[in-house]
Structures are given as C-alpha cells and as structure tokens.
C-alpha cells in the first residue's frame, strides 16, 4: 500500500504503509492528539498510530472550543516523547472524535477497532463491484468520514491513498484514473459541475457526505461525468447509517443498522458502528443505541430524510428544511450561498421567522427573496429577517458556519 502526496508544486512523495514502517513500541497505549494543519503529517501520525496501538485524539486545530478543551484535559501532542496521563487512558479506543452535537459544545465520541472493523466489512461489500484501485481523498482524516473512508477504508483493503494538501477542482479531475473511489463532500462536486471541462469517470465511483446534495446537482454530475455518486448519511456518534444512489430520494440502512424512529418521528439508530462511550462532562455508555434528532418519513424498508429538527420550521401544518431553502436560494443568479436559520418568536403570533444571511453582489429585497421561494414552496407565508455579508464561512469539510 502506497500513501502518494501530491503537492501545490506538481512534486510528489510516496510513503509505503507497513507496519514495519510505522511501528514504535513505545507509543503502545498512550493517549494524545493529532491535529497537525498539514494533511499528510496527519496521515503519517496516524499510520503510526495505528500499528502502535496508541490512542489518539483527532481534531481541527483550527477549532478554537476543541482546543480548549484539549488543553484543557491536558493532552499531550502525539509527537511530544512524553505523554500526560489522561481521562480516557482507561478506556479501549483507537481513534477519538469530536463533534459539536446538539448542544454546541464539544462533545468526544470513542471508537475502537470493533466499531471501525464492523462498519469496514459493510462499506467494502458496497463497494466491491467498483474493484478500487486508488482511493482520492479531498477530506480531512480528522474528521470521522475523512478517517473511515479516506483512511481506514484503504488501509483495511490494502488500497492506495492520493491526497493534496490544497484540492483545487481541477487538480481533483486530473487526478481520477479508472477505478478510483473519491471520498468528498457536496461542496466540491458542485464546483466540479462549474469547470469548462469534462472527463469520463464513468469507470470510477464519488462518495458523498457531510450535507445534503441536492437531485440537481446530483443529475448534473451523472450527465457531464457519466459517474454514480453514493451519498452516505451518518453521524460521529453513530458511524454510517445509510446510503442512496444519485439523486434518489430514499435511504437505504447499511447492513447492521437497526433504524426505527420515536414519537416524534426522530430517526433511532442501533447499530455496532455506534460509539460505545460518549464524553461530555462525564462519560455516557450507549449501548450502541443512539436518539438523533433527524425527522424520517418511513417506507416499508427505507426512509426519507426531512431535515433536522433544528432545521425545520412549520407552515400551516406543513414542515420545511432551512436546507431546501438554502439550496433555492444558492440556484438563484447572483447568489453564491445562503444561509438559513430559524428564529425564535415566542412572543409574537407568528411564532418563528427565517434568518436568510447572503453571500451575494446583487442586492434582493425581501419581497423578492419571498418570491423566489414562493415559486418552489407554493404560495405560503412566513417572516423573514435578511442579511448581507461578503463570505459566508465554512468549515473544512464544507459545513456552513452559523454567525
């Protein structure tokens, strides 16, 4: 297995993966963190980190609450020779994730081999048709996705791993031999339908997650590339979850996901790909069991995704996603992105409005914003609260960031 590292110069190193390689006794079960800037000093450390039994904490460096936090638990960098005793020594776990989760503070999601291992043999049976030769990755090892599939999914296979540290889109299709996997995000495969030019990729496969991508952007990547997209929906707490084709409509559980939903049609999951142990302020034990608070719509074996309960807001009885709003906005000319949250109004009638912030040059009015949607959503009402800002930031797997 080769890790090849691409650079902004047009160099190239190529690292071989063994264990021989990567191998140093004395980092057998400490506990430290990871999160170098560089993508491929990430690589390394974790490669070693792998074949050492160590425990390491991956993380963005460039997200200030975690740091806090790390420093905070008195972690020790994986590089440093000594290491701190730490909170989670005691714990079996092989890579540690944070996530922001429902209350936005950092909260620590550990992951053993069994949890990688059980949802690795899933995933590879998905993905056996394709016969992946090289697996391109535009996403952080860090952050869970980029771990499972950008990392652990090739080194379980035996499959080379391409990376840069600064994906352009173009530098990303010149990269793409047949039989490659790419794992990235909505947000590159949107800019990939932008280029001038085109490839036949029919002969490899895109993995998707992070956000939704939406039907159209989807049906414009198969008839430009003439390459399937797979969408995988999961979480850091509970791993994969389910998978879809293109632009179909419903998920699809991965084999050994048990779904169900709550009163509220909130999305239960169970599944041997949950993190047995969360940290918060304490540690919590699952049992592998998992409430979200994504609204489903069951059919027979499938299910359809509504969005997020922090996402959704209600008109006339009828629910809607701040996402799909986003989404008709970002069609919209003379808007680069939109973000959309729901405000509170308890004490008005009304009961909640949108906050609509735009990256945008053109100036809209509201009663033009309130068009636009009307002509996608049907004629209903609801209040609007907007805004302009030269960038709207995002996150490095290509989340949008809330003001």
């Known amino acids: ?201 029919s002969k490899s496969i895109f993995l998707s997650s992070t956000a939704p991508l939406f039907k159209d952007t989807a049906l414009e990547f198969n008839k430009k590339f003439s390459c399937d997209i797979i969408q995988l929906f999961g979480s850091t707490e509970t791993g994969g979850i389910a998978y879809k084709y293109n632009d179909e409509e419903l998920w699809t559980p991965l084999e050994k996901v048990i779904t169900s939903a709550n009163k509220d049609n909130e999305l239960t999951i169970h599944s041997p790909f949950v993190s047995n142990i969360l940290f918060e302020d304490s540690f919590k034990n699952t049992k592998q069991k998992i409430q979200t608070f994504d609204y489903v719509e069951f059919k027979e074996d499938k299910f359809k995704l509504v969005g997020r309960s922090s996402q959704i807001f209600k008109v006339a009885g009828k629910r809607y996603s701040t996402v799909q709003i986003e989404n008709i906005l970002e069609d ?39 068009q636009i949607l009307k002509n996608e959503l049907s004629n209903i009402k609801f209040s609007i609260e907007l805004k302009f800002v030269d960038k709207i930031q995002v996150s490095s797997l290509g989340k949008k960031l809330v003001f």
Do not use: W
């Open 1 to 201: 297995m080769i890790l090849k590292v691409y650079n902004d110069d047009g160099s190239c190193q190529e690292h071989i993966i063994n264990k021989e390689n990567f191998y140093d006794k004395n980092l057998e079960n400490t506990c430290s963190y990871i999160a170098s800037t560089n993508k491929e000093q990430n690589a390394l450390n974790m490669f070693k980190s792998h074949f050492s039994n160590a425990k390491s904490i991956l993380y963005d460096k460039s997200n200030k609450s975690i740091a806090k936090k790390i420093e905070a638990l008195n972690i020790s960098n994986f590089e440093d020779s000594k290491k701190n005793k730490t909170i989670f020594d005691i714990y079996d776990f092989s890579f540690l994730f944070f996530t922001s989760g429902t209350t936005g503070f950092p909260i620590a999601a550990l992951k053993n081999k069994e949890n990688f291992l059980e949802e690795l043999e899933v995933l590879t049976k998905l993905f056996k048709k394709y016969n992946i030769k090289r697996v391109i990755v535009s996403v952080p090892f860090v952050h869970f996705y980029g771990s499972l599939m950008g990392f652990m999914y090739p080194l379980i296979n035996d499959i080379d791993i391409v990376l840069k540290e600064h994906f352009l889109p173009h530098d990303l299709l010149d990269l793409i031999d047949d039989n490659s996997l790419v794992v990235t995000t909505p947000l590159y495969i949107k800019s990939l339908n932008r280029l001038n030019q085109s490839k036949d990729l």
């Open 332 to 370: 919209t000319p003379g808007i680069n992105k939109a973000l959309v949250t729901i405000k509170s109004q308890k004490e008005e009638l009304r009961g909640e409005s949108l906050v609509i912030t735009l990256e945008s040059k053109k100036s809209f009015l509201i009663k033009e914003i309130k």
